[in-house]
């Protein structure tokens, strides 16, 4: 894919308070919701939308924006077995990419299983036409009500990553970026890192790469939610070949 080289400024609004923030001159494709669709998701035939109705939902709206007039909401009602909704993208990335959107929760949620709130999949190595499951990025509750992002690993050999010592906690009521490098080989060079605003999160080193052709989605699957709708956005998502980092990019 062709780096398409920009620089993009758009105002944002965070509490309240307007500030610019550029977006960078290395962007591989992104999101902004600018039209009130899902079309820069689809538009180009590398990516969808689906949600598993009627427990799940997807749209555009203009209930809340991280910068313009829409973002997209995801709610889910589901009570015992998982449901989902998603947006995605599928397409051969470079082996050293960032992938990263803004959030918000906008309260907070007692939670029976893990969220799932992004996922990295790649093609099934038995089935080049199918793909199989590699990275969810979660949000899980602690016995204090804190939210807190966790990270499995679909693969035997890893599963469920162990909390970092110093648990980051989410946000509630204010937008927050997970930002994360997906560096896609498959030796000893693949490494897995996540920001939360900035903040390194995770920081993980193991083989990842199967082929280069990358599915990314950004999701709200799960079950169980307290209180009972479980509801999150999603705004200015992007894939680029640097970081797009809260102030801009680096």
Not at 90 to 116: C, G, K, M, N, R
Not at 164 to 184: H, S
Not at 214 to 240: K, M, N, R
Request: net charge negative; charged share 20%.
């Amino acid at each position: 894919m062709r780096v398409r080289f920009l620089t993009i400024v758009v105002a944002v609004a965070v509490g309240g308070c307007g500030r610019r923030i550029e977006f960078g001159s290395e962007i591989l494709w992104e999101a902004r919701h600018k039209g009130g669709d899902l079309s820069e998701w689809i538009g180009d035939g590398q990516g969808g939308s689906a949600a598993d109705a009627p427990m799940a939902a997807i749209a555009a709206t203009t209930e809340l924006a991280h910068s313009g007039a829409y973002s997209v909401k995801m709610t889910n009602t589901a009570l015992a077995d998982v449901a989902a909704s998603r947006v995605w993208r599928e397409s051969p990335y470079p082996a050293d990419a960032y992938y990263s959107a803004w959030y918000y929760i906008p309260q907070p949620y007692a939670l029976a299983a893990v969220w799932t709130i992004m996922q990295f999949k790649g093609p099934d190595a038995n089935d080049p036409s199918a793909s199989r499951y590699i990275i969810d990025v979660d949000v899980r509750s602690l016995p204090g009500g804190e939210l807190i992002l966790s990270v499995y690993d679909h693969r035997a050999a890893y599963l469920r990553s162990p909390t970092p010592p110093t648990a980051m906690v989410l946000p509630i009521g204010r937008w927050f970026q997970v930002e994360v490098l997906y560096r896609n080989y498959s030796d000893d060079r693949g490494r897995l890192v996540i920001w939360l605003d900035g903040q390194i999160n995770y920081d993980i080193a193991r083989p990842f790469g199967i082929n280069n052709t990358v599915y990314w989605s950004l999701c709200s699957s799960g079950y169980g939610f307290s209180p009972a709708e479980g509801t999150i956005y999603i705004d200015d998502a992007a894939v680029s070949v640097t970081r797009v980092t809260p102030a801009g990019s680096l």
